[in-house]
């Protein structure tokens, strides 16, 4: 964090996905701090849940 600010323990989100070419992407959500309400993350995790069923059909056969 910025300033030398630290979190400990906070809850996160880490997504990586990797194509057959190994090519990898990955996102990072850490709701830090008082900027963001306690439902974000809550939500954010109930959206990929749900998501998570049917992410591979949406991407697989795509091109990189």
């Given at each position: 964090?910025?300033?030398?600010?630290?979190?400990?323990?906070d809850?996160?989100?880490?997504?990586?996905?990797?194509?057959?070419?190994?090519?990898?992407?990955?996102?990072?959500?850490?709701?830090?701090?008082?900027?963001?309400?306690?439902?974000?993350l809550?939500?954010?995790?109930?959206?990929?849940?749900?998501?998570?069923?049917?992410?591979?059909?949406?991407?697989?056969?795509?091109?990189?």
């Amino acid at each position: 964090m910025s300033g030398g600010r630290c979190s400990d323990g906070d809850p996160s989100i880490v997504v990586r996905i990797r194509t057959d070419s190994n090519i990898e992407g990955w996102s990072v959500n850490a709701p830090l701090g008082s900027d963001y309400l306690p439902s974000s993350l809550t939500g954010e995790i109930a959206a990929l849940k749900e998501l998570g069923r049917r992410l591979s059909d949406l991407i697989l056969g795509l091109l990189p």
